[in-house]
């Protein structure tokens, strides 16, 4: 996760953040590490205050309810998944092909979601887990994100690098599901993320791809 220790003074020069916001940001972190080991059902306040070494009623200081903690994990993780996919599209040559732009957002969002980010492997492992209420704001990211795979998938579509039988929308869904739920079953003492990103890309391309 990016360094949010420090911000920027009005001269443009970097000052630290007041304690408040590191201890909340600290809070927050290590509610994302207990949510994704844990669940929504096993994660206590007192496991994430002991994780964050803080007493369990400062908590409250900052969020009002251990839902109103999960929510803002959820909205988080769903959140800098879908800024980190963006950005490592956008800094793709001009001459990527639309397939090999779905190639390069298949290994961020494997990499993002499996070894940089507890936050969207909360966010992903606890989807389904939530109340409704608790998943509102994280939704609507989530639904950001979808039409971001749906444009490169139409795309990919457009420019005849996709099957001519394919049901565009169920096979982005399709796949961001699967890469999704790599998180319950990858196992990193079996199989290296970099094998699993190999086989996630040739899954991709041999089989939506066009012969």
């Known amino acids: ?33 207990v949510l994704s080991r844990k669940g929504y059902a096993g994660t206590r306040l007192q496991d994430v205050a002991t994780e964050a070494g803080v007493q369990a009623p400062a908590i409250y200081y900052y969020f ?7 929510a803002e994990v959820m909205y ?6 879908r ?11 001009l001459d990527t092909t639309p397939m090999g732009r779905i190639l390069a957002a298949v290994e961020a969002h494997l990499r993002y979601e499996l070894l940089i980010s507890d936050y969207t492997t909360a966010s992903v492992r606890n989807a389904g887990q939530v109340p409704r209420e608790v998943r509102e704001r994280a939704t609507a990211e989530e639904t950001a994100y979808t039409h ?12 005849g690098e ?13 796949i961001i599901g699967a890469m999704n739920w790599a998180a319950e079953w990858w196992n990193p003492e079996q199989r290296t993320l970099d094998d699993l990103v190999a086989a996630t890309q040739k899954l991709v391309l041999n089989g939506v791809g066009s012969p």
């Open 1 to 33: 996760m990016a360094d949010q220790t420090r911000g920027r003074s009005r001269a443009g020069a970097s000052a630290p953040l007041p304690k408040s916001h590191r201890t909340r940001e600290r809070i927050l972190d290590a509610a994302a590490r």
């Open 64 to 70: 009002s309810s251990r839902d109103e903690l999960i």
């Open 76 to 81: 988080v993780g769903a959140h800098r998944v």
């Open 83 to 93: 800024g980190h996919v963006n950005d490592v599209l956008a800094g793709l040559p």
């Open 148 to 159: 971001m795979w749906r444009d490169l998938f139409e795309q990919a579509r457009d420019a």
């Open 162 to 174: 996709l099957r001519g039988d394919l049901d565009v929308n169920l096979t982005r869904l399709l």
